[in-house]
């Protein structure tokens, strides 16, 4: 069995973060390693409370796993903290950690509340990105990380491509709130900028604000990699497995979506 490790905050209403992480992971027949980043509480009235992991407790899960483990493929999500994403950098050079790495660059709940303490952003753009095979931001996390509006697919291009700066082989803009194309990706490789690849979304469910979309994505494409299968081709795969489960949702309280892993199904 493969262990893909996920580092992420735990969301208590079991739609996002680590708790939709290890639903992925598990579904994807692999086996689920985990670093708790924080402790949310939410339900369909938003964030109730977080409470960070102390950046030494995210250290010694890390060593943890890491000193006895072979960790095939990893993803971060939630780092709320500089301290804790230090530590994470940390942990992946020491450990000389080689396995593909899916970066989904989390800032916020899908309702919009703020997930990460101000300065982890530039802190995770300048010692993360360098580290990752694919960074996974949405619309609105690529605003923030380039400090520009993006509204367009032909702007998630350009948005993309400078996202590759920072120093990942890959760059995935998710086209979820793209005002001509809704639910189109961009994926561009290092190696090969001007080609961007356009994901076309199979199906898009504007009504549907499902939680933890994100999430299933980048667990998914890391479940792919460690596999062995090449970037496009893992990206296209999660891609399918999300759309199924938002198709399939189930609304657990009035306008509060929680994604269907149990329906969907990976190939
Ligand atoms: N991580 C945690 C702990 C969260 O609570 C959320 C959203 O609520 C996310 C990540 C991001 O979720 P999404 O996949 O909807 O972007």
Same mark, same amino acid.
């Given at each position: 069995?493969? *262990?893909?490790?996920?580092?992420?905050?735990?969301?208590?209403?079991? $739609?996002? !973060?680590?708790?939709?992480?290890?639903?992925?992971?598990?579904?994807?027949?692999?086996?689920?390693?985990?670093?708790?980043?924080?402790?949310? /509480?939410?339900?369909?009235? !938003?964030?109730?409370?977080?409470?960070?992991?102390?950046?030494?407790?995210?250290?010694? @899960?890390? @060593?943890?796993?890491?000193?006895?483990?072979?960790?095939?493929?990893?993803?971060? !999500?939630?780092?709320?903290?500089?301290?804790?994403?230090?530590?994470?950098?940390?942990?992946?050079?020491?450990?000389?950690?080689? /396995?593909?790495?899916?970066?989904?660059?989390?800032?916020?709940?899908?309702?919009?509340?703020?997930l990460v303490e101000p300065g982890s952003l530039k802190s995770m753009i300048d010692r993360l990105f360098p580290l990752a095979t694919?960074?996974?931001?949405?619309?609105?996390?690529?605003? *923030?990380?380039?400090?520009?509006?993006?509204?367009?697919?032909?702007?998630?291009?350009?948005?993309?491509?400078?996202?590759?700066?920072? $120093?990942?082989?890959?760059?995935?803009?998710?086209?979820?709130?793209?005002?001509?194309?809704?639910?189109?990706?961009?994926?561009?490789?290092?190696?090969?900028?001007?080609?961007?690849e356009i994901i076309e979304c199979g199906e898009y469910f504007p009504h549907r604000d499902v939680h933890g979309t994100g999430c299933?994505?980048?667990?998914?494409?890391?479940?792919?990699?460690?596999?062995?299968?090449?970037?496009?081709? /893992?990206?296209?795969?999660?891609?399918?497995?999300?759309?199924?489960?938002?198709?399939?949702?189930?609304?657990?309280?009035? !306008?509060?979506?929680?994604?269907?892993?149990?329906?969907?199904?990976?190939?």
């Amino acid at each position: 069995m493969l *262990n893909v490790l996920a580092i992420s905050g735990s969301d208590s209403s079991g $739609g996002a !973060g680590m708790q939709c992480d290890i639903k992925t992971i598990t579904k994807h027949g692999h086996n689920a390693l985990s670093v708790a980043t924080s402790i949310t /509480a939410q339900n369909s009235t !938003g964030l109730l409370h977080m409470e960070h992991a102390s950046p030494s407790s995210v250290a010694i @899960q890390l @060593q943890s796993i890491f000193s006895e483990l072979k960790v095939h493929a990893v993803k971060t !999500g939630m780092i709320p903290t500089r301290k804790s994403i230090t530590n994470v950098c940390n942990a992946l050079t020491s450990y000389e950690v080689d /396995a593909p790495y899916v970066l989904d660059p989390v800032l916020a709940t899908t309702s919009g509340s703020g997930l990460v303490e101000p300065g982890s952003l530039k802190s995770m753009i300048d010692r993360l990105f360098p580290l990752a095979t694919l960074v996974t931001p949405n619309v609105a996390e690529a605003q *923030n990380i380039l400090g520009r509006k993006i509204a367009t697919l032909e702007e998630s291009i350009d948005a993309a491509r400078s996202i590759l700066q920072y $120093g990942s082989k890959f760059v995935l803009v998710k086209g979820g709130h793209l005002t001509d194309f809704p639910g189109n990706d961009v994926l561009v490789g290092r190696y090969d900028s001007t080609n961007a690849e356009i994901i076309e979304c199979g199906e898009y469910f504007p009504h549907r604000d499902v939680h933890g979309t994100g999430c299933a994505l980048a667990s998914a494409i890391a479940c792919g990699l460690a596999r062995g299968r090449e970037v496009r081709d /893992a990206v296209i795969r999660a891609k399918r497995y999300v759309t199924k489960a938002i198709a399939t949702a189930q609304e657990l309280a009035p !306008g509060f979506w929680s994604l269907n892993h149990q329906s969907s199904h990976t190939d």
